[in-house]
């Protein structure tokens, strides 16, 4: 059974930093995974993604300049550092696994979802 946990949101002042985890379990083998965001009143948007096997991680224009995102241990753990935050990065924050062909950033392209962790920047 394939769970995904995430961790790591909270508070912080504008221009401060945080670190989101997210651990993918029931996988015998890496996948790629994705961390997404929702900000209030819009839709779920794209922020990462890290594929596997040399395939690269690749970012929203948003945040390229701002986020990084990594992979560590355990297996299929994911990791978003987020620096120089606005509050416009406020929203809750998901990590996803497992993509089928298309685009990474298409929400329906992706079979599994972690719960949401909660980011809010104050000005």
């Known amino acids: 059974q394939v769970r995904l946990v995430e961790s790591g949101g909270g508070s912080v002042q504008a221009g401060g930093s945080l670190r989101l985890s997210c651990t993918a379990s029931g996988y015998r083998s890496e996948v790629p995974e994705a961390w997404f965001r929702q900000l209030p009143g819009k839709e779920r948007e794209g922020v990462a993604v890290?594929?596997?096997?040399?395939?690269?991680?690749y970012y929203s224009e948003d945040v390229k300049d701002r986020f990084i995102a990594s992979r560590g241990n355990p297996k299929n753990t994911i990791y978003l550092q987020m620096n120089n935050l606005t509050p416009e990065d406020t929203g809750i924050y998901y990590c996803a696994a497992d993509v089928r062909v298309g685009r990474w950033s298409d929400t329906a392209n992706w079979n599994f979802w972690g719960q949401g962790t909660q980011v809010t920047v104050s000005s």
């Open positions: 890290t594929y596997v096997g040399g395939g690269g991680t």
